[in-house]
């Protein structure tokens, strides 16, 4: 979601077109993966949490965090949050009713997250993890994009997100560096279960992949429609213009850490 410095685009596509739709395949020996075909209707939260295989924590500060559980009245507000253009999350992508941040599994790793998401979302569960080791090394705890904000957004945001002595704050938080703003320009209703709930962050975020990847965005413009993967991916990124240089980039980014597995590795 957050245009950085331009890479050669080529070779996001050419990784891509190597891994094909098996990207992912090698950890797990069940589902996802693969993607699931466009329109495809996500799993229950049950049945995506009784594909989990448990896998030891690797992130032990994500305790908190991978066991906070939304309440009836956080997801409540979440769902009719409206953002600059009057639109609740569910009326700008129809996937949003399906987020709850409730896995039903007791005491998480964030491994076992991000496996619930994945197969909840049909997307291929290492790359997710690659995606989540790009965004944030896996630290539910990791801010991005300071900025400096008015004065009257400055104290809407969490205190640990606030830069003493400033009006400039990090918009975006979470293992999947999920971004906000006050004024509903960009993840309308994700404050604050976006870092109070891993597994928010993570079904938050997956709604938005498949968003783009079963091609539900009607302003993506030229180039743009379903069953596109890398730029889906790249899309959360940066989506405006669609597949655009600083997209791939980032895909590019993505793919070097699903080739380097690096939460495989001693000492991640």
Same mark, same amino acid.
């Given at each position: 979601?957050?245009?950085?410095?331009?890479?050669?685009?080529?070779?996001?596509?050419?990784?891509?077109?190597?891994?094909?739709?098996?990207?992912?395949?090698?950890?797990?020996?069940?589902?996802?993966?693969?993607?699931? !075909?466009?329109?495809?209707?996500?799993?229950?939260?049950?049945?995506?949490?009784?594909?989990?295989?448990?896998?030891?924590?690797?992130?032990?500060?994500?305790?908190?965090?991978?066991?906070?559980?939304?309440?009836? !009245?956080?997801?409540?507000?979440?769902?009719?949050?409206?953002?600059?253009?009057?639109?609740?999350?569910?009326?700008?992508?129809?996937?949003?009713?399906?987020?709850?941040?409730?896995?039903?599994? !007791?005491?998480?790793?964030?491994?076992?997250?991000?496996?619930?998401? @994945?197969?909840?979302?049909?997307?291929?569960?290492?790359?997710?993890?690659?995606?989540?080791?790009?965004?944030?090394?896996?630290?539910?705890?990791?801010?991005?994009?300071?900025?400096?904000?008015?004065?009257?957004?400055?104290?809407?945001?969490?205190?640990?997100?606030?830069?003493?002595?400033?009006?400039?704050?990090?918009?975006?938080?979470?293992?999947?560096?999920?971004?906000?703003?006050?004024?509903?320009?960009?993840?309308?209703?994700?404050?604050?279960?976006?870092?109070?709930?891993?597994?928010?962050?993570?079904?938050?975020? @997956?709604?938005?992949?498949?968003?783009?990847?079963?091609?539900?965005? @009607?302003?993506?413009?030229?180039?743009?429609?379903?069953?596109?993967?890398? !730029?889906?991916?790249?899309?959360?990124?940066?989506?405006?213009?669609?597949?655009?240089?600083?997209?791939?980039?980032?895909?590019?980014?993505?793919?070097?850490?699903?080739?380097?597995?690096?939460?495989?590795?001693?000492?991640?």
């Amino acid at each position: 979601m957050r245009p950085r410095a331009v890479v050669v685009a080529l070779v996001a596509s050419v990784m891509f077109a190597a891994c094909g739709v098996s990207c992912g395949a090698g950890l797990n020996s069940g589902p996802p993966a693969t993607w699931t !075909a466009p329109g495809s209707k996500p799993l229950t939260d049950a049945e995506a949490a009784a594909l989990v295989a448990h896998r030891a924590e690797v992130r032990p500060e994500n305790a908190a965090a991978n066991r906070y559980i939304p309440s009836d !009245a956080e997801l409540q507000a979440f769902h009719s949050a409206r953002d600059k253009y009057g639109r609740t999350p569910d009326q700008f992508n129809p996937l949003a009713r399906y987020v709850t941040g409730r896995p039903g599994l !007791a005491n998480p790793s964030t491994d076992d997250l991000v496996q619930w998401a @994945a197969h909840k979302w049909g997307i291929p569960d290492d790359l997710v993890r690659a995606q989540m080791a790009t965004e944030s090394w896996w630290r539910q705890s990791q801010l991005g994009d300071r900025t400096t904000e008015p004065a009257a957004w400055y104290m809407q945001y969490p205190p640990q997100a606030r830069v003493p002595n400033t009006t400039d704050a990090y918009e975006s938080m979470g293992l999947m560096q999920v971004r906000w703003r006050p004024d509903g320009w960009v993840g309308n209703g994700t404050e604050p279960l976006r870092w109070k709930s891993t597994a928010f962050n993570l079904d938050f975020y @997956a709604s938005i992949i498949r968003f783009y990847y079963d091609g539900l965005c @009607a302003w993506c413009g030229s180039g743009y429609g379903a069953g596109q993967q890398s !730029a889906s991916i790249g899309a959360w990124y940066n989506p405006v213009p669609w597949n655009n240089g600083d997209a791939q980039a980032y895909v590019t980014r993505v793919f070097t850490n699903l080739s380097r597995r690096p939460w495989d590795r001693a000492g991640f």
